[in-house]
């Protein structure tokens, strides 16, 4: 018999995935920045192009450093207070996708408050689509799973 998880390990498992993904994140950005100073192809269709973003997503909202942090802050706190309130019925690949959120949400706050903007470094060359970061991916997987993963829920109680 299997048994499922405990809330304690659900949340150790939470705050070590965050911890190491964190970690990777702010390597891999500092790494990617700092040798993407002078454009180059990275693999075929995407290119390193180093670009400072005092925006959020598609640079809406450049210059609004404040609001943006606000907004990190606020998002964190609703995610965890979320997760928290619902950990027990939350799988530890749902934990993950947190995770994922949390390091997203949290790493491109951590760089508008250390450097007053992102560091974007990932540039699509055959689509025109602004320059992104890992944080950024971070984001787009941890909401498009979470979204597919409640529209089939929802899907499979009809």
């Known amino acids: 018999m299997i048994r499922k998880p405990s809330n304690t390990s ?3 498992y939470l ?13 891999c950005s500092t790494y990617f ?22 925006g959020a997503a598609f640079s809406i ?13 606020v998002a964190i706190g609703l ?8 950990i027990s019925e939350l799988t530890m ?4 996708l947190v995770a994922l959120l949390i390091t997203g949400v949290g790493c491109n706050m951590y760089e ?3 450097f007053g903007f992102v560091r974007d470094y990932f540039e699509l060359t055959f689509i025109n689509f602004p320059v992104f970061n890992i944080s950024d991916i971070f984001i787009n997987i941890s909401v498009i799973v979470i979204m597919i993963m409640l529209f089939n829920k929802n899907y499979s109680k009809k």
Request: charged share 15%; proline share 3%.
């Open 93 to 96: 690949k749902n934990m993950f």
């Open 79 to 86: 995610i965890l207070w979320y997760t928290i309130k619902n």
């Open 61 to 73: 909202l450049q210059d609004y450093k404040i609001l943006l942090i606000a907004f990190g802050i």
């Open 112 to 114: 508008r408050i250390a």
């Open 10 to 12: 659900k949340l150790m």
């Open 33 to 54: 920045s700092s040798i993407s100073q002078d454009p180059l192809l990275f693999i075929p269709g995407l290119k390193l192009n180093y670009m400072e973003n005092t």
């Open 15 to 27: 705050i070590v995935s965050t911890i190491f993904l964190i970690y990777f994140n702010l390597y």
